[in-house]
């Protein structure tokens, strides 16, 4: 075995034997902790700002406001924590003459163990590090083992850094959080297949997610993967709201295709219409849009290599064209916005379409009427979102695609546009495979914690025995289901 | 293509056309639904059991038992249909000055699709063609192909026919249910890979289980299986307690062990204590309640093969001795109760004794001290219960296992016997691998409608077009959360 393998399992061994400490630790332990990593995070100042501005070449202003959101959710799951109704304490009481006797029984969530987290290139905070992921599991009370995402390395670490001195500060276990910079891929595959791994949670490519996921699989005891691996979250542009807004539409539209150089999961890859007067002055008002947005550079030089190539292996496809791009030439690694344009009969045809083009390009497929709209949105694999734009009227007359929608998507958005997630308990960031590889889950907002945990029953147990959410006299106040009734009692 | 494999693509597609209609439906279309399948299959009275007795050769008072459960656990759906809360609605209203403007988003729980479920050798009514999981997965919306158990095929195919009679008078969609009568081992694959299978419910054997979730993660599109595999479910017995409640614990486990001739999946199969004083006159009372237990029918000859041939190669075993059998010797396909004696070195250093012995058969393993029994109960993989059988002394002499326990087993006892699932919110009935296949869903109680659902959102829907569950005014009068708060306004 080499060091880097070795290493790589001493780090596991270590994240199962914190999981036996953290686990005892209590809610307010857990909730100040991920506290301080917050303030930590906002202690680093304009130098971790500068940091990830040099390593993933994206605005201050947008890594200002994702550092913003990822303290914002940390400080989300420390108020779960306080509040503590997120465990779903369930009790059913003894009812002794019941024949067979009934035993008392009752519920609560419990963490699954070590959790692995992969950190994404496109949110160097939010979904890296001290992201999401890791502050769900961390919440559940699993400890966590981060591996870096190479395109931010120096940002990573120095996030990493935060939430060690958070552990000390904190007193709690050492080695609940763990930071790995190996990048070559075999170490994933370690970390995925470790005995100690309990989950696994990564945000990125359909090649990378899927890979953990078959990973995962093959182990002798299968684990669970949360993989979120993208869209192309089709757009339905319905006849009456193009007629009636085609110019509002259009400049939404381009502002979220173009949103962060397209590097998000909930860009708008697919707009879909109808062929009708509405729809030319769409199209033209979309074209003149996109070609006013300046080329801006992407993460890194491998994902602006990957929208070039796969920008240009669309386009060469058979009966698609390209319907407008930045009137600006793109330099370096800055990608240069573009919409193209193609049949339904081609869309249908070709698989290749479908594939997501990562970066700001957007595909618009017209159709001859109502049913090839149909079916080109129902061809699509699972989606993260779709999005209906239409008037009352529209919705009148296509009523039917308000029933075909949730099959589609995680999230359904009416006269709105994808991008922009917002962190509240209402939101799902996931959906059917490939969107995410387990669709009953969602990795944004507090639901995200439910990923990390699984139901412990306790039958018969002496009151004094019991977890303090399940004891009689309810000592945590919170929430919790009494024999089929929701009380705080 | 032969004709049962057409055969078994037509029937997978009518249960993704049935799906689009019966999702539609309301949830009191489907309460009514439901109750109706419980009705008739009262209704198939004395046949029904009569059937069912010659087929497993399960006595008619269980049998009798199992079908009030069967039709418990409809009714139990069906009251969870109209009581409305379990689609989970959240709802967090718009916030337009923030900055970006939070959007109205609201969520609620929506079926997976065609759900496909195997029936359950040892369950005929339970966990069979009407049982748990068809039950919980026609409540989610899903429509359901059932595999029948060759074991009880005639059972099967009049429950079957029960189910039928209830679509065409509840005027359900057709196809919502399907029964296909398939023994073969291919035609398995075909409906867990066919693209419109959504999630697999599965209980039996590891081999079976495991095989079905591999067939799930090789898809293009992974889907949720839950497989319920068995378990050995491990009860450890304190010194104080075999002390002074050494006989009573003896006839208790006697009891549990050879319940239904030990063909339940939380038949406890290892037994682990301390040597002492106490021991010795536990181990002379559960032989002599062992040896005067009667061999009754096996549930098949298969089942009956397995037994036999699993425990001799046991008792084969390096240091495993027999501690007391039934004094009656077994004809035909009857289990002859046993329990086996082994010492922890010998059990720690060989994993076969691990092995599930389906049938009336428990392996006591004896350990030197507090560390080697520890030692023997975390090393056994993933369980569905766990039991501590100790007094208040014991508790406060081994308070480590309290903490150890929620990692082994889905439910964890104290002073009883895991034989005895009760159906009721706070059960779970699933655990680490290979308990099931996914620990974060339970298999028997109202919770386990979650393995069949997904949420999705909806985000700035007008009022007029939100499901029912996520209106303004709550016409359904369900408890939901909105912006953090719990209520039924």
New interface residues.
């Given amino acids: 075995m080499n060091k880097d393998i070795a290493e790589l399992h001493i780090v596991m061994y270590q994240s199962g034997k914190a999981f ?1 400490e953290y ?2 630790t209590s809610p307010e332990q857990k909730a100040n902790f991920l506290e301080t990593i917050a303030s930590n995070i906002e202690g680093l100042g304009d130098s971790l700002i500068a940091k990830a501005a040099e390593e993933t070449h994206l605005p201050v202003a947008r890594l200002t406001g994702e550092r913003g959101r990822t303290t914002m959710q940390l400080r989300m799951f420390a108020q779960m924590l306080r509040e503590g ?1 997120w465990v779903q304490a ?3 009481t003894a009812i002794p003459d019941k024949t ?1 006797a ?2 008392d ?3 609560m969530l ?1 963490p ?2 070590p959790v692995v987290v992969f950190g994404a290139s496109n949110f160097p905070f939010a979904y890296s590090t001290a992201g999401g992921d890791t502050a769900s599991a961390l919440a559940a009370g699993c400890t966590v083992v981060v591996k870096a995402h190479p395109a931010h390395l120096q940002t990573s670490c120095m996030v990493a850094e935060a939430i060690t001195q958070a552990i000390r500060s904190s007193e709690m276990p050492e080695h609940i959080f763990q930071h790995v910079t190996h990048t070559d891929f075999e170490s994933g595959k370690i970390l995925v297949q470790h005995p100690a791994t309990a989950a696994v949670g990564f945000t990125g490519s359909y090649s990378g997610g899927r890979a953990l ?2 990973y995962a ?1 093959a182990r002798k ?4 993967v949360f993989s979120e691996m993208g869209s192309i979250n089709p757009v339905i542009l319905l006849p009456d709201t193009l007629q009636h807004n085609a110019e509002s539409i259009a400049k939404q539209y381009a502002g979220s295709i173009t949103l962060g150089m397209g590097q998000f999961c909930t860009n708008p890859g697919l707009l879909i219409a109808i062929e009708a007067e509405g729809l030319h002055h769409f199209i033209e008002k979309l074209g003149n849009e996109i070609a006013a947005v300046a080329p801006a550079q992407m993460l890194h030089p491998g994902i602006h290599k990957a929208y070039f190539t796969k920008m240009q292996l669309a386009l060469a496809e058979k009966g698609v064209d390209l319907l407008s791009q930045s009137t600006v030439l793109p330099t370096g690694i800055e990608a240069q916005p573009a919409i193209a344009i193609t049949k339904a009969a081609n869309f249908l045809q070709n698989p290749l379409l479908q594939e997501e083009v990562f970066g700001p390009y957007s595909l618009l497929v017209t159709c001859k009427d109502k049913e090839e709209l149909i079916a080109v949105w129902t061809s699509v ?2 989606q993260l979102t779709t999005t209906l734009m239409g008037t ?1 009227s529209d ?1 009148t007359d296509f009523s039917s695609l ?2 075909i929608a ?2 589609i ?8 546009v994808p991008t ?1 997630v ?1 962190v ?5 960031h ?1 959906g ?3 969107a995410s ?6 990795a944004v907002g507090i ?1 995200a914690v ?2 990390w ?10 009151d004094a ?1 019991l977890p303090e959410a399940l004891k009689n006299g309810n000592p945590l106040h919170i ?1 919790r ?1 009494i024999n ?1 009734e ?1 009380t705080k009692d």
């Fill in positions: 036996t686990r005892k109704s369930s009790v059913d067979p009934k035993p029984i009752r519920k419990y699954l163990g996921y078959d699989a005891n299968p684990i669970p694999t699972g009352d919705f308000l029933d949730p099959s998507a995680g999230r359904i958005l009416i006269n709105g922009g917002e509240c308990p209402s939101m799902v996931g059917p495979f490939p590889t387990d669709s009953r889950f969602t639901e439910k990923r945990v699984r139901p412990v029953a306790y039958q018969n147990f002496p025995l929430w289901m089929n929701w």
